[in-house]
């Protein structure tokens, strides 16, 4: 028998003990009818009587209540069934725990499970704000869907699970306009014939009429496909602009006409090369005409022969397999000269800064500018925080200089020297990020950039003087090129020069790679300086531990393509970045080796040498990795990657380079 609680006994049965009291309570007035019996049974009864009534009331409402949420939770299940968007409920895991027909409808014909699994994967890419809301878009089949949603937190048990409801909103019609919005929006470039004067020397002015109007021809056959205008700004410089619909197609056939128009030659037998530049972000007409021509310096900076799409958020280059055609005219060196003496003279002090673990070249051309400063009259001052790849020969052979005790300082000594009206000369890099302390390139009001790498997107802006020349072999020859045309009025020391020599010597390879006659031109010049070449060379010479080091890198070398080699640099001491950059040299003379990559871990970084005899292009393939450099001598440094992470990320971009080289 069901045992009866208290409040049932008060409130079912209510009737029937009010009764029962109020005679009780009767009888007691009528056996003692005093003033306070009758005034304590009334108040009593009437007390009674409000708590009955409440406690009814309450439960009354609760049933009515219980009976509304009933109902709204049927009316909400049939709202579900028959909701006319697919939709989905399911747990934090994947698991499926209710969905409408009209999402097995639009699932049909895929594989369920496998589509929920990455659905799972985009939530937890995709962040979710902090009102659980969820908001993601998905192609399926030939539509394209917002999936917006909630995380619900359910309780069950005591235990609180999550839950996540997702709706399948079908915007197939609004992403076909916003496309062909954007299809419509123009794209604006320019084509330059780089190499437009060394190709049209030597041909006779018949051939000269036909060699421009078969390379406008190949040009117009590429273009126009497009409908967009293309009209001639110059002799070798043309404008474009089309619908961005076409760059898709471009960039696919990877700007197929730089090899159309190559394959163009005369009787000087120099094939044609273009560099093109396309911009397709969102800024203005004329913001984009601007933007073109800044691209198109980078592309002549990285010795041309290719095309490159500026976007809003970064750069795409194609092409760019062309040796860079030195230039036989040294106009630019003497201007250059001239403008970096009068900055200099106007200039309170100058502050030389080269790259991040300077090498010989980035020594040699930082000595060359400080005696040019100092042969003006000026101060100078070259940054130099004690770690240098191969540089301890000529460091010692400085120290023993007392005219060399103030001339090299740390970051904090540096700080000290550099004011509004300091003169800032970066050499040997044109990189923000491998500049040796970046923050003082907005200290000075004046910057001037030396430099003979290819060019990158992350160029030092707005320097005041450029002289960045990709065919030069180092930074030191074309220091020693400023020199020669400051002659006069600069007299070298010994160990200078021969600080210059070894710069060129070093990023030559002892005169084996990108070597051409300016080359041997400024050597000769430093030659007559008094460079003793013997003791240059003995400054380079490798004791048995290095030797002994480099053998054993070369010894870990396996090959990843029929001719490209990849070996690993163990050493931990502070050389072990030499010791790698020789090692990738010794492997490239190996038969059968045309192109090496040597890994060494410095700690901070996973540092990549790469060395190549031109069948690979080591600058392309590091550029993947954030490096950059020549097509024959390039470097890398990986950042949060251990050696073997580092490895594959330099096998995928080697991979990458050779399929779009096939």
């Known amino acids: 028998m069901r045992k009866i609680k208290a409040n049932e006994i008060f409130v079912k049965n209510y009737r029937i003990y009010l009764l029962v009291i109020l005679l009780l309570l009767i009888t007691i007035c009528v056996i003692k009818p005093t003033f306070l019996t009758i005034i304590g049974s009334i108040i009593i009864f009437a007390s009674i009587l409000f708590f009955t009534f409440k406690r009814r009331k309450n439960q009354i409402d609760k049933i009515v209540k219980n009976l509304d949420s009933f109902m709204l939770r049927l009316s909400a299940d049939d709202s579900l069934l028959d909701f006319p968007i697919p939709s989905l409920i399911m747990n934090n895991q994947g698991e499926i725990l209710w969905n409408n027909s009209h999402l097995d409808e639009l699932l049909k014909g895929l594989n369920k499970e496998k589509f929920i699994e990455n659905l799972v994967k985009d939530l937890n890419e995709k962040s979710i704000d902090s009102s659980n809301e969820i908001s993601i878009e998905k192609s399926i089949h030939d539509k394209h869907f917002a999936i917006l949603g909630n995380m619900v937190n359910i309780r069950k048990r005591g235990n609180v699970s999550k839950n996540i409801m997702l709706y399948f909103i079908d915007k197939t019609d609004y992403y076909r306009l916003y496309k062909a919005y954007e299809d419509q929006k123009d794209c604006i470039g320019i084509i330059l014939v780089d190499n437009y004067d060394e190709v049209i020397q030597g041909v006779n002015d018949n051939e000269r009429t036909q060699l421009i109007a078969l390379i406008e021809k190949e040009l117009r056959n590429w273009y126009e496909p497009t409908g967009g205008i293309f009209t001639r700004l110059d002799r070798n410089k043309f404008l474009i602009s089309f619908e961005r619909k076409y760059l898709k197609q471009f960039a696919e056939n990877k700007f197929e006409v730089l090899d159309a128009v190559k394959n163009i030659a005369f009787s ?395």
């Open 268 to 662: 000087n037998k120099i094939p044609v090369t273009l560099s093109i530049a396309v911009v397709n972000d969102n800024a203005s007409k004329a913001e984009k005409f601007r933007n073109a021509f800044s691209t198109i310096d980078i592309a002549l900076g990285r010795g041309g022969d290719q095309a490159i799409i500026k976007t809003d958020t970064k750069y795409e280059f194609f092409g760019g397999k062309s040796k860079e055609l030195e230039k036989h005219t040294k106009v630019k060196s003497r201007v250059v000269a001239q403008a970096l003496e009068e900055l200099i003279i106007e200039s309170k002090n100058v502050c030389i800064i080269g790259h991040k673990n300077p090498d010989a070249d980035c020594l040699g051309s930082a000595l060359g500018i400080y005696r040019i400063a100092k042969s003006l009259g000026k101060e100078a001052y070259i940054l130099f925080n004690g770690k240098g790849i191969g540089l301890d020969g000529f460091l010692k052979r400085l120290n023993k200089e007392k005219a060399y005790d103030n001339v090299f300082l740390t970051t904090d000594e540096m700080l000290s020297k550099i004011s509004q009206d300091t003169l800032v000369v970066v050499t040997d890099t044109h990189k923000t990020d491998y500049v040796e302390e970046p923050s003082f390139l907005e200290k000075g009001t004046k910057i001037v950039l030396i430099d003979h790498h290819r060019r990158s997107a992350e160029f030092i802006s707005d320097p005041t003087l450029t002289f960045h020349e990709v065919y030069a072999s180092s930074a030191s020859e074309l220091v020693t090129e400023v020199i020669q045309y400051l002659s006069d009025k600069v007299e070298v020391p010994q160990v200078e020069a021969e600080a210059l020599y070894a710069g060129i010597l070093t990023d030559t390879k002892n005169f084996t790679f990108k070597t051409g006659v300016r080359t041997f031109e400024a050597a000769a010049y430093l030659k007559k300086l008094g460079v003793d070449v013997s003791t240059v060379k003995k400054l380079f010479d490798n004791d048995i531990d290095t030797y002994v080091a480099v053998a054993d890198v070369i010894k870990t070398a396996e090959k990843v393509h029929q001719d490209v080699a990849i070996a690993i640099c163990n050493d931990k001491s502070s050389n072990a970045m030499q010791i790698a950059a020789q090692a990738a040299d010794e492997l490239i003379s190996l038969n059968g080796i045309e192109t090496s990559f040597v890994l060494a871990d410095m700690g901070d970084f996973i540092n990549i040498s790469g060395r190549s005899n031109g069948g690979v292009n080591v600058q392309l393939v590091l550029e993947k990795l954030g490096g950059g450099g020549h097509q024959t001598v390039a470097g890398a440094q990986v950042h949060d990657a251990t050696l073997d992470e580092a490895k594959e990320q330099l096998i995928e971009a080697i991979n990458e380079s050779i399929d779009t080289k096939d």
